[in-house]
């Protein structure tokens, strides 16, 4: 776990902020273009965010976070109640959505505040004096963040879907690509639905395409478990994630993206009914296992072999 | 012992053609010059007895891969000695290992890689050789290396390395 104080705080569009943090003790470690950071936040939720800025500099992380009208309490809290001075903890950068080594040309898609990644994307890539495209769909004065930056360092490769203008077409983003290329998209669930539909249709192999979707755990109904091993029982509340709900309890368990997709969570579980919503395990794995960061409980209570 | 012991985790498989990712566009190169039954998708077929020599053909590939489109299937069809370099060949291009198909057998002709010398030599599906390039007497182990193509030929005897008849 790292300290780091918040330098300073930045409004980049009237729903979105820049936090600079800064290491209490000696440097932050060095993180390569698409790693995030959990920041666990005085009011105890933990939540990742994806560090912007180019990895080559160093120095203090940065992180945008927009502020969730449906917010669990954590853009919420850091939108409202974190202030310049005030100090957090954070774990180590982890890279779940790193470049690909092999790829030729990389085309970069962002939906709004999905431009985090994909920044730190576009300085390594121009750096490698790598081919590539940054595609950004925004709603112009509230989803717009870091626009003018991008125009100024990108030029043509930037390319621009302002809200109510100019529809991302995925088929066409795709079209006739030489080999070689590489998709990574960041944004709502349903645009990288659309690209996987369009990627499967043009004959894409699915490693060709790489996304990131930071979607808080979707709440649900309050559900009960019980502990094997220990024999205690919990309650997940209606707006708590059960990894919320067993960390509260004291029980660590690893964990990087806390949405679904890193597969560090998985745990056992020995009978109850389980609403799986994670994008890790194959059907054959649910039956025995669950991503306790965004799955719950519906019916029978469930019974972790933990 | 287990199974994993039987087909080693770096020993290629050869398949039968999986329902991988949709094809818009098939390539087949193949090591003889069959016929080739008709399909629904565009086909270009490459075969080696077409082309002067082995190098022409990959030439030939190289040239048709730089100009093609993702979406693009390629099937290679011949010994293992054939069909891996020509694999290699198709990732440095900038296929996916899944948008390759290799049909092959595992006991057709196969590369070794010499540790000792540091060349590739076409070899049977024998358990011994002895280098071609450098004499040592290798034992060809159950390890695969995608990259070369090639399975890791090692001294057999480190007292014997090139099987001296001792007096």
Not at chain 1, 10 to 22: A, C, D, F, K, S
Not at chain 1, 50 to 63: N, T
Request: aromatic share 6%; proline share 6%; with cysteine.
């Amino acid at each position: 776990m790292i300290e780091v104080r918040i330098a300073a705080i930045r409004e980049l569009t009237p729903v979105i902020r820049e936090y600079r943090l800064q290491a209490l003790h000696g440097d932050l470690p060095r993180f390569s273009a698409g790693s995030h950071v959990q920041l666990h936040l005085p009011n105890g939720r933990r939540n990742a965010y994806s560090l912007l800025g180019d990895p080559a500099e160093g120095g203090d992380y940065r992180i945008a976070v927009r502020h969730q009208e449906a917010s669990r309490g954590g853009s919420r809290y850091l939108h409202q109640q974190l202030r310049r001075g005030d100090t957090l903890k954070i774990g180590a950068p982890a890279n779940l959505f790193p470049l690909s080594g092999k790829a030729r040309q990389h085309l970069l898609v962002a939906a709004g505040i999905g431009i985090t990644p994909l920044i730190a994307h576009s300085h390594e890539l121009l750096r490698q004096g790598a081919a590539f495209e940054l595609h950004y769909a925004y709603r112009a004065g509230s989803s717009d963040a870091y626009l003018d930056e991008l125009r100024q360092r990108l030029g043509p490769r930037l390319h621009e879907y302002p809200a109510g203008q100019r529809r991302f077409d995925p088929a066409a983003l795709l079209a006739a690509r030489p080999l070689g290329c590489h998709v990574y998209a960041c944004g709502p669930q349903s645009l990288l639905l659309d690209l996987r539909e369009q990627a499967d249709a043009l004959g894409w192999s699915p490693r060709r395409l790489h996304s990131e979707a930071f979607a808080a755990p979707e709440p649900g109904l309050p559900f009960r478990v019980e502990l094997a091993r220990s024999g205690r029982h919990l309650q997940v509340g209606a707006e708590q994630s059960l990894l919320e709900a067993l960390e509260a309890a004291g029980v660590e368990i690893p964990n990087l993206c806390r949405g679904g997709v890193c597969g560090q969570c998985q745990t056992a579980y020995l009978k109850g009914d389980v609403e799986h919503r994670d994008h890790f395990l194959g059907a054959a794995e649910r039956g025995a296992s669950l991503m306790p960061c965004v799955s719950r409980g519906c019916g029978q209570p469930i019974l972790l072999d933990i | 012992m287990s199974a994993t012991t039987d087909h080693p985790f770096s020993v290629p498989r050869y398949a039968s053609p999986a329902a991988g990712p949709k094809a818009r566009e098939h390539l087949l190169v193949t090591q003889t010059g069959e016929a080739v039954a008709a399909r629904d998708l565009p086909l270009i077929h490459l075969a080696l007895p077409d082309y002067a020599d082995l190098a022409a053909l990959h030439q030939a590939l190289a040239g048709y891969l730089r100009d093609a489109r993702v979406g693009l299937r390629l099937e290679l069809r011949g010994d293992q000695s054939f069909v891996w370099p020509l694999h290699a060949l198709a990732r440095a291009a900038g296929l996916e290992d899944d948008e390759i198909h290799l049909d092959s057998s595992a006991a057709s002709t196969r590369r070794v890689f010499c540790v000792h010398c540091a060349n590739c030599q076409p070899a049977s599906a024998a358990d011994s050789l002895t280098c071609a390039h450098c004499g040592v007497v290798l034992e060809v182990r159950r390890h695969f290396s995608q990259r070369l193509g090639a399975y890791l030929g090692v001294c057999a005897d480190a007292e014997q390395p090139y099987a001296e008849v001792r007096p």
